[in-house]
């Protein structure tokens, strides 16, 4: 465990907002899961931030879905087919071009 997740989960009053990575330490996921998570739906930033500016979460929404086993299952199974879509989309070496083949067997 990072010392500032340690530090953020030993708070006994959090703060109203959290940024991006105190969010993610707080419902156990990895920073870059959360924006996974808003482009799903199934997490919502506070107000209406451009796409390239910081991303806040309210504390008290974070809790309500720390303690909602369906959310979690949800927000689990959005990220597993995320990147099991994502890793599907790469190019495998038996997929690959005829020429990328013959230029692997002439470096062995």
């Known amino acids: 465990m990072a010392p500032e997740q340690k530090e953020l989960l030993n ?13 993610a330490h707080l ?10 998570l808003c482009v799903r739906g199934l997490l919502k930033p506070l107000g209406t931030p451009p796409p390239s500016a910081v991303k806040y979460y309210a ?3 974070l809790e309500e879905l720390r303690a909602d086993r369906k ?3 949800r927000a689990t199974d959005a990220l597993h087919r995320y990147w099991r879509n994502k890793n ?3 190019e495998t070496p038996a997929r690959c071009s ?3 083949t013959m230029r692997a067997g002439e470096a062995t």
């Open 11 to 23: 708070l006994r009053v959090l703060p109203a907002r959290l940024n991006t990575e105190q969010a």
């Open 71 to 73: 959310w979690l299952a």
């Open 59 to 61: 504390t008290s929404d």
């Open 98 to 100: 005829k020429e990328y």
């Open 27 to 36: 419902l156990g996921f990895q920073p870059h899961d959360l924006p996974i």
């Open 88 to 90: 599907q989309r790469r």
